[in-house]
């Protein structure tokens, strides 16, 4: 696996919107994917996934949606709240075990 | 559930000596760890994979003989940073594998070298 060090892009929104972190990814053969949350001076948390075979999974104001014709993955979260700001990374898992991260975008909620 | 833990989750220490990071599955066994290192406002950076009773396999430019990784159980892998320099002060983090390939993260450990 790999993953990639660069700065940080970041998406400010405010508070009670709907936020929307993008995410393209890099093999084809990617089959399963995950969103993580970190905040400062913490580890990932997972948030949510989702396998090749589907396009669409919902969680608790998270949606993940996918589109492999483009290779595309994008996170949203409703009702966006000041708990939200953190960095978010997507991850691909590349068969047979290859895990890469994408760069991360810091999300700033706005009072 | 899928929970990790790491210890300590901050270390400060002189340049030259040697310093011991734990990562612990604490409700599920993981065949597969993973060792991370990530500088600030950055991304994570994959070190090596450790899988249950063999050696870690290491990314390119990861010196082995500095960042020694053993993997004793199914739910204990440690991280020794051996001769630690001030360039190897870094946030440190663990993950812990299900055979449903998600990776779950430890809550890093913050390594300082004087």
Redesign the interface.
Known sequence: ????????PTLSVQEGDNSIINCAYSNSASD?F?W?KQES??????II?IRSNMDKRQGQRVTVLLNKTVKHLSLQIAATQPGDSAVY?C?E?IPP?N?V????TRLSVLP | GAVVSQHPSRVICKSGTSVKIECRSLDFQATTMFWYRQFPKQSLMLMATSNEGSKATYEQGVEKDKFLINHASLTLSTLTVTSAHPEDSSFYICSASQPTDTQYFGPGTRLTVL
């Open positions: 696996g790999e993953s990639v060090g660069l700065h940080l399963y995950i993580y001076g913490k580890g990932p948390q997972f996934d990374f991850a898992t075990q895990f991260f994408g760069p991360g």
